[in-house]
């Protein structure tokens, strides 16, 4: 079967049938066999643009994360240091002080 001149070289799914197969895109070949659509530069662009959104919203969600992480571990050290203030353990406040120390770090970044 011999591809039809003008036509881009790409197989997509058909839209317009009731089962999944490929069919050749019917938009027409602009550059090296391929439409705008389809080029190889065009779809590593778009991929690219995806990536980098995909990273910076992973990399939001991390950074919510470890604020969410360093506030439960401040609210359980000053948790921990109310309910025995009367000590004269430096403990729990390194751990109150250290926590919150996280906090800033991370709430920073």
């Not at 530069?41 to 991390?62: F, M, N, T």
């Amino acid at each position: 079967m011999s591809e039809p001149k003008g036509r881009c070289k790409k197989m997509v799914v058909d839209r317009n049938s009731r089962m999944w197969r490929q069919v050749q895109c019917s938009r027409n070949a602009t550059k090296d066999g391929f439409c705008g659509i389809h080029q190889p530069s065009a779809e590593a662009q778009r991929r690219a643009i995806v990536d980098a959104r995909w990273r910076a919203e992973r990399d939001l969600l991390v950074k919510q994360r470890t604020i969410s992480q360093a506030e439960r571990r401040v609210i359980d050290a000053a948790g921990a240091w109310r309910d025995k203030p009367w000590t004269d353990d430096d403990v729990e406040v390194s751990m109150l002080a250290d926590a919150i120390d996280a906090l800033r770090k991370a709430k920073k970044e």
